[in-house]
């Protein structure tokens, strides 16, 4: 096989540059576009020529080269157009603009080689193969084909005469069917050709001897090939093509020129990375600002807290002042007389009426507040999300705590703040502050109600007996005792009420601590949720973050693949 070490090297080149250019779209490195590359001109087939007579063996030769029977072969003048063949998925033919045919064969030679046959230079087509010499030139290798039977024919040597110094660069002089002439009679036909060569061209083009109607045979039928193929000297034939085609200057700058391609991708690739890796440390960096600034919106509003806090106190004074109002007239004497005989619950309700309205007052205040702070955070984010659309060109949208899950966020803040409710109740134990003076309070009631219903029952038994004066003195008596117990009762409610009062106002301060506490942690909770509306930011970087360690593994294994490629190639 012709060129096998090159094209292995070649093949692993482009594959592996193939890889490079694949990672650097996914990386979004732009594609190069300056013409035509070195690897363009690599991956490209080398094209062969044969030219010479009717006859001589070109199509035979290609045949052997392939090794099978592409073209037509045959005694009869046969090839009587330019023919170009190249590989193609299936077989297929179609005529070109220039009068070429192109035929396109699925064979994995023609992946490396595209072959161009000619009619002969003494055919009726010969004045197409003159024409086309300039386009001939630009191949890679032109066979000039001569039948070893005879190698003078003016036809073929005015072809060479014809081609340019560039073409005669490339060209060789072939002999075939040399299994028709002896070694010596080969030798002789060696030495007139060089002579021939330097009249007509002035220097001397590589000659070489083959039958490649042998090496055909020979490559169609392995099996009984040996004497055939070291006849067909094509072996040395095809060495010789390795070493002037496949591993030429020429061949070897392109290599290394595509080595260098792909070594300048690499690096765009790395230089993207970078880019990349600085582009998301910088968004960290700037995402950790954003993040920043919610917290110091969050310490702003806690700064602001006593001042917030004021209107709390106002809603606990009300509410002081309200179960004061409740307290006397849960203490009235009409009450008070009913309770004195069915029982007192006067504490447990007064305990019962604040609970309810501080509750009631704390929860209407935080749910105000709370919707202040959303709308605080909501200019915010107003401002936050163009400027992460702006920096990171993807939209946050809105945040959860001011869409979503807005609703259970204000539930949530409310029973945080509502906490101090019950903590600051279980502190001032206003049912067990009420009893005793309660207590007493009916004790003293019950002695005077007892002492008017005895003086009733004696002023009665005297109206019975005739004792009128005695009964009206117990009567009178009695009116006394009950100027008395309303007495009492009004003086003890004064000092209840106002006791119960005084001692509420004075525990303003517990209930101010037991705010500050629970309102402190229902508004850190708050803006721990607004910052989370940038946890979907934050997602999104580190997926992007994710997305390059892959990348780099791979640039890695394509770097030392290339290395290992250009070791191999060697200086
Ligand atoms: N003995 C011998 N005969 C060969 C050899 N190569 C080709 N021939 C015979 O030579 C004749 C012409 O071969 P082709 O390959 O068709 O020659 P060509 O140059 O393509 O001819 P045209 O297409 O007509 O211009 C055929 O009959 C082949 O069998 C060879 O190496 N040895
Ligand atoms: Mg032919």
Same mark, same amino acid.
């Given at each position: 096989?012709?060129?096998?070490?090159?094209? %292995?090297? *070649? &093949?692993?080149?482009?594959?592996?540059?193939? @890889?490079? /250019? =694949?990672?650097?779209?996914?990386?979004? +490195?732009? $594609?190069?576009?300056?013409?035509?590359?070195?690897?363009?001109?690599?991956?490209?087939?080398?094209?062969?020529?044969?030219?010479?007579?009717?006859?001589?063996?070109?199509?035979?030769?290609?045949?052997?080269?392939?090794?099978?029977?592409?073209?037509?072969?045959?005694?009869?003048?046969?090839?009587?157009?330019?023919?170009?063949?190249?590989?193609?998925?299936?077989?297929?033919?179609?005529?070109?603009?220039?009068?070429?045919?192109?035929?396109?064969?699925?064979?994995?030679?023609?992946?490396?080689?595209?072959?161009?046959?000619?009619?002969?230079?003494?055919? %009726?087509? *010969? &004045?197409?193969?003159?024409?086309?010499?300039? @386009?001939? /030139? =630009?191949?890679?290798?032109?066979?000039? +084909?001569? $039948?070893?039977?005879?190698?003078?024919?003016?036809?073929?040597?005015?072809?060479?005469?014809?081609?340019?110094?560039?073409?005669?660069?490339?060209?060789?002089?072939?002999?075939?069917?040399?299994?028709?002439?002896?070694?010596?009679?080969?030798?002789?036909?060696?030495?007139?050709?060089?002579?021939?060569?330097?009249?007509?061209?002035?220097?001397?083009?590589?000659?070489?001897?083959?039958?490649?109607?042998?090496?055909?045979?020979?490559?169609?039928?392995?099996?009984?090939?040996?004497?055939?193929?070291?006849?067909?000297?094509?072996?040395?034939?095809?060495?010789?093509?390795?070493?002037?085609?496949?591993?030429?200057?020429? @061949?070897?700058?392109?290599?290394?020129?595509?080595?260098?391609?792909?070594?300048?991708?690499?690096?765009?690739?790395?230089?993207?990375?970078?880019?990349?890796?600085?582009?998301?440390?910088?968004?960290?960096?700037?995402?950790?600002?954003?993040?920043?600034?919610?917290?110091?919106?969050?310490?702003?509003?806690?700064?602001?807290?006593?001042?917030?806090?004021?209107?709390?106190?106002?809603?606990?004074?009300?509410?002081?002042?309200?179960?004061?109002?409740?307290?006397?007239?849960?203490?009235?004497?009409?009450?008070?007389?009913?309770?004195?005989?069915?029982?007192?619950?006067?504490?447990?309700?007064?305990?019962?009426?604040?609970?309810?309205?501080?509750?009631?007052?704390?929860?209407?205040?935080?749910?105000?507040?709370?919707?202040?702070?959303?709308?605080?955070?909501?200019?915010?984010?107003?401002?936050?999300?163009?400027?992460?659309?702006?920096?990171?060109?993807?939209?946050?949208?809105?945040?959860?705590?001011?869409?979503?899950?807005?609703?259970?966020?204000?539930?949530?803040?409310?029973?945080?703040?509502?906490?101090?409710?019950?903590?600051?109740?279980?502190?001032?134990?206003?049912?067990?502050?009420?009893?005793?003076?309660?207590?007493?309070?009916?004790?003293?009631?019950?002695?005077?109600?007892?002492?008017?219903?005895?003086?009733?029952?004696?002023?009665?038994?005297?109206?019975?007996?005739?004792?009128?004066?005695?009964?009206?003195?117990?009567?009178?008596?009695?009116?006394?005792?009950?100027?008395?117990?309303?007495?009492?009762?009004?003086?003890?409610?004064?000092?209840?009420?106002?006791?119960?009062?005084?001692?509420?106002?004075?525990?303003?301060?517990?209930?101010?601590?037991?705010?500050?506490?629970?309102?402190?942690?229902?508004?850190?909770?708050?803006?721990?949720?607004?910052?989370?509306?940038?946890?979907?930011?934050?997602?999104?970087?580190?997926?992007?973050?994710?997305?390059?360690?892959?990348?780099?593994?791979?640039?890695?294994?394509?770097?030392?693949?290339?290395?290992?490629?250009?070791?191999?190639?060697?200086?």
């Amino acid at each position: 096989m012709v060129g096998e070490r090159y094209f %292995g090297a *070649r &093949d692993r080149l482009i594959g592996c540059f193939a @890889r490079i /250019e =694949e990672l650097a779209a996914t990386s979004g +490195v732009e $594609p190069h576009v300056d013409g035509e590359s070195a690897r363009d001109r690599l991956a490209r087939p080398i094209r062969v020529v044969v030219l010479g007579e009717v006859n001589a063996g070109k199509s035979t030769l290609l045949n052997a080269l392939v090794g099978s029977e592409l073209c037509e072969a045959a005694p009869l003048p046969t090839t009587q157009r330019t023919i170009c063949y190249h590989h193609a998925p299936k077989d297929s033919e179609e005529e070109s603009a220039d009068g070429w045919m192109k035929v396109g064969r699925p064979l994995p030679f023609l992946r490396r080689f595209e072959l161009i046959d000619t009619p002969g230079t003494n055919s %009726g087509w *010969r &004045d197409s193969v003159f024409d086309a010499l300039p @386009r001939f /030139e =630009e191949a890679d290798v032109l066979l000039v +084909v001569f $039948p070893s039977g005879n190698t003078w024919t003016a036809a073929t040597w005015d072809l060479v005469s014809s081609i340019s110094d560039r073409g005669l660069d490339r060209t060789v002089l072939v002999v075939q069917q040399a299994d028709r002439k002896s070694p010596e009679d080969l030798k002789v036909i060696d030495g007139h050709m060089r002579d021939l060569c330097l009249k007509k061209v002035g220097r001397e083009l590589p000659i070489v001897a083959v039958a490649a109607g042998l090496a055909l045979e020979a490559k169609l039928d392995p099996r009984n090939s040996r004497k055939s193929w070291s006849a067909s000297r094509f072996g040395s034939f095809e060495e010789f093509l390795t070493a002037t085609v496949c591993e030429s200057a020429e @061949r070897r700058y392109l290599i290394d020129r595509t080595a260098q391609e792909a070594s300048g991708r690499l690096r765009d690739i790395e230089t993207a990375f970078d880019r990349q890796r600085r582009g998301m440390d910088d968004d960290g960096w700037f995402l950790a600002g954003l993040e920043r600034e919610a917290r110091q919106l969050r310490d702003l509003v806690l700064e602001n807290s006593p001042k917030t806090l004021a209107g709390a106190r106002g809603r606990y004074e009300n509410e002081v002042a309200r179960l004061g109002r409740r307290l006397g007239s849960l203490l009235g004497v009409g009450p008070t007389v009913w309770r004195l005989f069915f029982g007192d619950s006067a504490a447990a309700r007064a305990e019962g009426c604040l609970a309810d309205g501080l509750g009631e007052a704390i929860r209407d205040f935080a749910a105000a507040d709370v919707e202040r702070l959303l709308s605080e955070c909501g200019g915010h984010w107003g401002e936050v999300r163009p400027r992460v659309v702006e920096r990171m060109g993807l939209d946050p949208g809105l945040a959860d705590i001011l869409d979503e899950d807005r609703e259970t966020a204000k539930a949530g803040f409310v029973e945080n703040v509502s906490k101090a409710v019950t903590e600051v109740l279980g502190q001032l134990r206003v049912r067990a502050s009420l009893d005793a003076p309660l207590r007493s309070r009916n004790r003293r009631l019950k002695f005077v109600a007892v002492l008017i219903l005895l003086l009733l029952t004696a002023a009665g038994t005297c109206g019975a007996l005739g004792l009128d004066r005695w009964g009206l003195g117990l009567a009178m008596g009695a009116i006394g005792m009950g100027i008395v117990f309303l007495l009492v009762a009004w003086v003890t409610r004064m000092r209840i009420v106002g006791q119960t009062r005084s001692r509420l106002r004075d525990a303003v301060g517990r209930f101010e601590t037991a705010m500050r506490g629970d309102y402190g942690e229902a508004v850190r909770s708050l803006f721990d949720g607004y910052a989370n509306g940038l946890i979907g930011v934050r997602r999104q970087l580190a997926e992007r973050q994710a997305t390059l360690a892959p990348r780099q593994e791979q640039w890695d294994r394509l770097y030392l693949e290339l290395k290992s490629i250009e070791q191999d190639l060697g200086p």
